[in-house]
């Protein structure tokens, strides 16, 4: 929707720079100018769109969403790194979501037992999730994709990409 909105806004700009010179003023200087101000106009606006590319920014270090429930896992880093955790979530969520498939899946922390992280394809990093039943699910996430928590120490914040394992406490 955005897009739209800064489309129209060009559009009008446009329309204002070309409106500010009469049809007729075939004069070379004022066709030089109008082409000056629309080629100024251009690279500005050009400017302006590429800075919104980091607006999104990250999350404080240290403030973690606050999950609904209390959640305690162990999680593994791709050092071999093990850290005990507490208030544990997925992007603030107590679920993992992610596809399998072509389906949209929200596994919910209760039943979970055990996350492996398995290989990468593209933007996505493939999960082995173990059930409390004995049971196991396959599901995509996006790697980028963040997990909370509090430790010992302070707050945690980990990317998929970044984990080997999560062990949930019973």
């Avoid at 993992?96 to 398995?118: C, H, L, M, W």
């Amino acid at each position: 929707m955005w897009i739209f909105t800064i489309v129209i806004f060009l559009k009008k700009c446009y329309e204002i720079v070309n409106s500010y010179y009469e049809p007729n003023q075939a004069t070379r200087g004022g066709v030089l100018m109008k082409n000056f101000f629309a080629a100024v106009f251009v690279i500005i606006s050009f400017l302006f769109l590429m800075g919104m590319g980091g607006l999104g920014g990250n999350a404080p270090i240290d403030k973690i969403p606050e999950p609904k429930k209390n959640f305690s896992v162990v999680v593994i880093d791709r050092q071999g790194v093990k850290t005990s955790l507490s208030k544990f979530s997925h992007a603030g969520m107590v679920v993992i979501t992610g596809k399998r498939g072509s389906a949209d899946v929200a596994v919910p922390f209760e039943i979970v037992s055990q996350v492996q992280f398995q290989g990468q394809e593209g933007n996505k990093i493939l999960l082995e999730i173990s059930l409390r039943e004995p049971k196991k699910v396959e599901i995509r996430v996006d790697k980028l994709s963040k997990f909370y928590g509090q430790a010992g120490f302070g707050t945690f914040q980990i990317e998929a990409k970044d984990l080997q394992s999560i062990n949930f406490h019973p």
